[in-house]
């Protein structure tokens, strides 16, 4: 079955960096695009960062020049380094994959909380 797994999340001052993980297991990772979504309370689930299965990027405009999402296919794992940190990233940050099918289907991460406060 399809598990995808984060981790690295934490509490870091404004300004800091962390480093997300997300372990993913079930599916063929190398051939598909693979994002990451944050949920801050009482607001919807965001888009955070994207990446195909050639390695391009995308990114949220709130985030651009800060964010680095990267996918190592040997490992399963896709990454998210997040710099310069700030309050309002704060957010449970979520790990996602859309397999083919018909209909597609979303899975999610159970998600790792990021909070950024001094």
């Known amino acids: 079955q399809v598990q995808l797994v984060e981790s690295g999340g934490g509490l870091v001052r404004p300004g800091g960096s962390l480093r997300l993980s997300c372990a993913a297991s079930g599916f063929t990772f190398s051939g598909y695009p693979m994002s990451w979504y944050r949920q801050a309370p009482g607001k919807e689930r965001e888009s955070v960062a994207a990446i195909t299965i050639g390695g391009r990027t995308n990114y949220a405009d709130s985030v651009k020049g800060r964010f680095a999402i990267s996918r190592d296919n040997a490992k399963n794992t896709v990454y998210l380094q997040m710099n310069s940190l700030k309050p309002e990233d704060t957010a449970v940050y979520y790990c996602?994959?859309?397999?083919?099918?018909?209909?597609?289907?979303?899975?999610w991460g159970q998600g790792t909380q990021v909070t950024v406060s001094s």
């Open positions: 996602n994959v859309r397999l083919r099918g018909s209909p597609p289907r979303d899975y």
